[in-house]
């Protein structure tokens, strides 16, 4: 019955270890219970592993809800495990601290075999050619990629992208940098069904690789919820099979972005206070894309005062000094604005 004792005794000690650094009760028996290895962890071990992880930049604020994620960095050996653990994942940092902010993200980077599995990791992703310090940046920005197997998960999503006739010109190295978080959804479960919603609205095999390079998020958008109902509001405003097509070609966002808060307001305010043809957007479908308040409303006005009249994408398609360059507004008082 020795054992018994002495991690009775240290998981007295450790509750005080919890207590100390403002864990409440609930949150530390939690802990007990999910990670075993905390009974026989010693305080000092505990403080030591603390203290590593505050002197490499993470906030001490940050610190219990990264140990109440994975108790284990406590447990783990400083020595052994995790300074080699972060002296290698440093060697990607592009500037500092960024090694801190991927622990607090993902703290279960630290019981990885991070040594064993960054190799092979970087050279998969050399491989799609996509530069070694691009590589870094994601990793860090995205660190749960190293716990992702290379031969099922990682093989089978670079499969994919090449499925849908992906696999020229390094581009799917650019949809990764573009989205590194897209490699963490399942194919069958997300990417797949989504893929299949753009072809069956009309996107030809073209389109569809036009959209995965400019915005890879939407094939990550989860088709009943998102982009069914947008779809359906896009064909309830009167808009044509084809002309949708042309839209999330010109814009792919319009299928995920709040129809309330989003679509709604800009589509109102252009047939409603701009008295235009909804249609217009067609030709200019990155209508969608600017600010109503910051952009669309301020120039309406100003055009509407003078009584001029242009296209969507004359009014808008221009940064502040040249919208009042080409419409001849360059009046002092109207630039301070």
């Known amino acids: 019955g020795n054992m018994e004792v002495t991690s ?12 100390d650094r403002g864990f409440d009760d609930n949150t ?3 802990m007990f219970r999910r990670c075993r290895r905390l009974e026989s962890v010693h305080e000092e071990r505990a403080s030591e592993n603390w203290e590593y992880l505050r002197s490499i930049g993470i906030q001490e604020r940050k610190l219990p809800s990264i140990v109440s994620k994975c108790p284990k960095i406590l447990a783990l050996d400083l020595y052994d495990k995790i300074v080699p653990t972060v002296e290698c994942l440093k060697t990607l940092e592009t500037k500092p601290h960024e090694v ?3 622990i607090a993200k993902f703290p279960h980077i630290l019981s990885n075999s991070v040594e064993e599995k960054l190799c092979p990791l970087l050279a998969f992703f050399q491989a799609l ?6 590589i870094g940046k994601m990793i860090l ?10 031969e099922t998960k990682l093989a089978e999503f670079v499969d994919f992208l090449a499925s849908l006739g992906l696999s020229k ?33 009309g996107l030809s095999e073209m389109d569809l690789q036009a959209v995965a390079v400019n915005f890879p998020a939407i094939l990550s958008r989860d088709v009943n919820k998102v982009l069914v109902p947008n779809y359906a509001y896009l064909k309830n405003r009167g808009f044509q099979d084809r002309q949708i097509v042309a839209l999330v070609v010109g814009f792919p966002p319009i299928l995920i972005k709040s129809i309330q808060n989003s679509l709604e307001p800009r589509i109102n305010f252009l047939v409603d206070v701009m008295g235009r043809q ?28 003078r009584n001029l009249s242009c296209s969507l994408s004359e009014m808008l398609d221009c940064n502040r000094k040249k919208f009042f360059i080409k419409f001849g507004l360059l009046e002092g008082h109207v630039l301070s604005n």
């Open 28 to 30: 530390a028996q939690g």
């Open 278 to 305: 909804v249609d217009e957007v067609i030709d200019y479908p990155c209508f969608f894309r600017h600010g109503l308040k910051r952009r669309v409303e301020p120039r309406y006005k100003l055009l509407k005062e």
């Open 169 to 201: 010109d390094g581009m799917i190295g650019k949809i990764i940098v573009k989205d590194p978080c897209i490699m963490g959804y399942s194919v069958d479960k997300r990417l797949r069904p989504t893929s299949q919603f753009l072809k069956s609205i």
């Open 141 to 150: 920005f995205n660190p749960r990629l190293i716990s992702y197997s290379i």
């Open 8 to 19: 009775s005794h240290n998981s007295s000690s450790m509750m005080w270890f919890f207590k």
């Open 129 to 134: 050619g996509i530069p070694e310090k691009q």
């Open 100 to 102: 801190a902010s991927a």
